[in-house]
DNA sequence: CGTACTTTTGAATCGCATCAAATCTGGTGG
DNA sequence: CCACCAGATTTGATGCGATTCAAAAGTACG
């Protein structure tokens, strides 16, 4: 309580776990509005985000007025891409009152330049990511609220059971379904005993019911 | 016919184009079978395959016997990820007659440690992929095939109009529709005025048409 | 000309989204 | 400690849109 206020954090998010001492130095705790913007497309990408909490969209407004979200992010960095780009393509907004990890992006970049072991951490980062991403992408495209659970759950948990870091109803989010039916598809599981739940985990029933009965 | 068939292909994929005439000297071209494995979770990542035709897929199959899609290839890079593991963690198969290109991973490894061009160009296509992907997930959780089709040209086409590049059938893969559905909401949106259609070229009107009646 | 595939339209069905509302939960302040 | 509030959880009823199954018409290619 003594000590300068300024310090930088101490125990970073985890998923920040790679950067290099000297980059986390100069990491900035960022609070944004609810609707406040942090870049607009053409501007030159001066920090990068990783979300902490809240909400951060990269957002594609056209002429008409529509609105394009490209990517929404609840945890972890927004628009890598930006390291590889000198202007953004989209803008960067707050949906809601959110907290970041602004990096600057000289410095981030610097460090990659500089840093073989953090340039193999980042690359690593990136296709985890792709792996990730591409599950989704799969998972996204089921259209039972059933399957895309058993695919969450076989592709990001272990072994056959996953234990939930957030509520039902922001899972709901990650598999493109409301929380209604979200509830309603884990209680017909669990009723059919193709999962059970203790708490935060779900685990899956090592062999599926057949269609029977 | 009369030169050997080991010679190395002379005009490579375009999605191929970043990679050094040494690792391309090494690319075999390989045909798979439909059903044919290339690998088997646990074995160690021998090559590195990018699809060129056909379809190959990396599954995870449980000892229920789910079998859940991880990826599903159809043009591109199967597996980026095994470049930076020792073992796959996922089945990798050809879902029907598929044509790719092979890369040793051991050639592919050294090429990204020598040469730095090579792996800022290999670090540029990841983040590329990243911020595909995103969107893509943001498409797939959008609940209606105009939502989905309005935004598959705003984030992947140029200026509000994209060329399709293979049928309006295998687009609608891409879309998670199915391709009644796609082709419904494709006519639905040009009678509205929403969108023009020019053989493969659809474009997007600039002012969406007002929900008015 | 025939075959394979894409494109197109039709009708019926099913599951999810939506709107509504009740219950439960954890946390805050009186 | 209890009242109260915000949020998560749960259940219900209804409608819409995509899936599904079916079939016809168009198109490319040998």
Known sequence: MSAPENRRAP???????????????????????AGEVLFRAGDRPERLYFVLDGELILVRVTRGGREVVLQRARSGFLAEASVESRRYHCDGVARRTSCACAL???AFRKALAADAAFRAAWQKHLTGEIRRLRAQSERLALNSAAERIVHFIESEGEGGAIELRQSVKSWALDLGLTHEALYRALARLERGGEITRNGARVTLASRPRATSR
């Open 104 to 106: 600057p992006m000289g």
């Open 11 to 33: 125990a970073p998010h985890p998923g920040l776990g790679f950067l290099p001492p000297a980059l986390l130095e100069c990491a900035q705790a960022v609070t944004l509005a």
